[in-house]
């Protein structure tokens, strides 16, 4: 792990009030949490959901405010989220070994039991302090504007700053759309087959990729991102909503 730069946590502040002046515009504001027992509630009240991940269940992993937050973007007019995420850090001698002990899928008791999941050959060998987002969802009012990515890459952006993260990685079932999602979407630069047999995530035999990039890529992408972006969104004040998870500082 390395230290964040000045110039580089700069960066993230930047990049930030951007994200927030785009919420603004949307009468949207950004709410974090500390307690994924509430991103879990707040994600299966909303419209359209799927399974909450095992990644990201309290039930299933050690979470707590020194390894985990979430955020929520609040609709001003009604109060409620319509759009939330999850994410967790791991610190790691091999994000491999997480996966074929198990531990990557569930964590919050020792494992007694481990089978067969498929591993493949070749899988790069990442280590050190791991974020993964996961829990994403959008209400169907509020989908097709992009609002799961801009929060994927506001959890990215807060997470290299609080939790100083070397690599930011994800699971997801492999197919074409997924993959699009991973790298358009969620701006994770590199995605590879990583099991092929039955998965400790749904217990049925799927194919799922492991996506992930480096700090310096993440940093790389948000750079270019704002040079697209438009001056007076950079200046605009981040307005933050019932910040429960103080130690995260957005502005």
Request: net charge neutral.
């Amino acid at each position: 792990m390395t230290y964040l730069t000045k110039n580089e946590n700069d960066l993230i502040q930047r990049y930030l009030k951007s994200a927030t002046a785009d919420l603004n515009e949307m009468e949207l504001d950004l709410e974090i949490g500390e307690d994924l027992q509430d991103c879990k509630a707040a994600y299966n009240d909303i419209p359209g959901n799927i399974i909450y991940p095992k990644t990201h269940d309290p039930d299933h992993c050690y979470l707590t405010p020194s390894n985990a937050f979430w955020c929520s973007f609040i609709e001003r007019r009604t109060g409620d989220p319509i759009v939330v995420g999850a994410h967790r850090i791991i610190e790691t001698r091999s994000l491999v070994g997480e996966i074929y002990t198990h531990r990557a899928f569930g964590d919050r008791l020792p494992v007694v039991d481990t089978y067969d999941i498929g591993l493949q050959e070749g899988l790069p060998q990442l280590s050190g302090r791991m974020g993964s987002t996961g829990g994403i969802v959008t209400h169907e009012m509020w989908q097709k504007r992009g609002l799961g990515s801009l929060i994927a890459r506001v959890m990215q952006a807060l997470s290299i700053r609080h939790f100083e993260i070397d690599y930011q990685y994800s699971f997801t079932v492999d197919n074409p759309n997924r993959r699009r999602l991973v790298r358009n979407g969620y701006g994770i630069e590199h995605s590879v087959l990583a099991t092929v047999g039955t998965t400790p995530i749904n217990g049925k035999s799927i194919g799922v990729m492991l996506n992930y990039s480096s700090r310096q890529e993440l940093l790389a992408r948000m750079k270019k991102e704002l040079g697209v972006c438009k001056l007076r969104r950079l200046q605009a004040p981040a307005r933050i909503r019932d910040n429960r998870h103080p130690a995260i500082q957005v502005a």
